[in-house]
C-alpha cells in the first residue's frame, strides 16, 4: 500500500507558473504509472500527464508545451511543472499511482489562475 501526499498549489496569475509535488510513502518497484489528474469546477476529472515505470511521458493536448511531468526516484517523488498558466488550468490537482492491482490518489491541491 501506498500513501500520496500532494503539495505545491495556489493562486498565480495567467502566465504565471507553479511546481506541483506528490509524494509517496515508499519506493515503487515494478511496472506502474503515476499521473496528474485534474478536476475543473463542475466538470469531470481529466488525464493531464503522466510517466510509466520507464520513464514514457504523455501529456493531454491543452497541456502540451507548457506542463512537463518529471520523477526523482531517490525521493520517490513527482513533479509536474506547470508554465504558462492559463485560466482554465484552475482546478483541484490529484496525484494518481496505478500499480496493478491497485489505484491510489492523492487528497488533491487546488491551482487556481486568476488576474
Known amino acids: 500500500q501506498v500513501q500520496l501526499v500532494e503539495s505545491g498549489g495556489g493562486l498565480v496569475q495567467p502566465g504565471g507558473a507553479l511546481r506541483l509535488s506528490c509524494a509517496a510513502s515508499r519506493n515503487i518497484f515494478g511496472v506502474y504509472t503515476m499521473g496528474w489528474y485534474r478536476q475543473p469546477p463542475g466538470k469531470q476529472r481529466e488525464l493531464v500527464a503522466s510517466i510509466t515505470s520507464g520513464g514514457s511521458t504523455s501529456y493531454a493536448d491543452s497541456v502540451k508545451g507548457r506542463f512537463t511531468i518529471s520523477r526523482d526516484n531517490a525521493k520517490i517523488t513527482v513533479y509536474l511543472q506547470m508554465n504558462s498558466l492559463k485560466s482554465e488550468d484552475t482546478a483541484i490537482y490529484y496525484c494518481?499511482?496505478?500499480?496493478?492491482?491497485?489505484?491510489?490518489w492523492g487528497q488533491g491541491t487546488q491551482v487556481t489562475v486568476s488576474s
Open positions: 494518481n499511482l496505478r500499480y496493478s492491482p491497485y489505484d491510489y
